[in-house]
C-alpha cells in the first residue's frame, strides 16, 4: 500500500526556520524523483522543489536559495529544509513522486508565517 506521511510543520515568525520530512512507503522510494509541494487557500497547488534519484535538485524562483530539498533512500524519506520564511511561503506541504503517474496525496503539513 503506497503511503506518503508528511510532517514537521508549524507556526513560525517571518525570518524562521522548518524541516519537513516525507516519508514514503509502497514504493521503490531511490529509483524516483520526488517533489515537495504546496498549496495556499484559494490557490491550485504548485511544486516548489524536487529531486532526482541522483540527487540532482531543482527549486522554484519563489524559494530558490531559501528552501532546501534533499533525501535519504535508507530511510525512504524526503526533506525540505525551509530558512527564511515569508508569509507567502503560509499553505499546506505535500510531496509526492514527480513523475507520473502521481501516488495518493498524504494529508500534508500545515506551515504558517506570521509577519
Known amino acids: 500500500q503506497v503511503q506518503l506521511v508528511e510532517s514537521g510543520g508549524g507556526l513560525v515568525q517571518a525570518g524562521g526556520s522548518l524541516r519537513l520530512s516525507c516519508a514514503a512507503s509502497?514504493?521503490?522510494?531511490?529509483?524516483?524523483?520526488m517533489g515537495w509541494y504546496r498549496q495556499a487557500p484559494g490557490k491550485q497547488r504548485e511544486m516548489v522543489a524536487r529531486?532526482?534519484?541522483?540527487?540532482?535538485?531543482y527549486s522554484a524562483d519563489s524559494v530558490k536559495g531559501r528552501f532546501t530539498i534533499s533525501r535519504d533512500n535508507a530511510k525512504n524519506t524526503v526533506y525540505l529544509q525551509m530558512n527564511n520564511l515569508k508569509p507567502e511561503d503560509t499553505a499546506v506541504y505535500y510531496c509526492?513522486?514527480?513523475?507520473?503517474?502521481?501516488?495518493?496525496w498524504g494529508q500534508g503539513t500545515q506551515v504558517t508565517v506570521s509577519s
Open positions: 509526492n513522486r514527480y513523475t507520473p503517474p502521481t501516488l495518493p
Open positions: 509502497g514504493i521503490s522510494f531511490s529509483i524516483n524523483t
Open positions: 529531486i532526482g534519484s541522483g540527487g540532482t535538485t
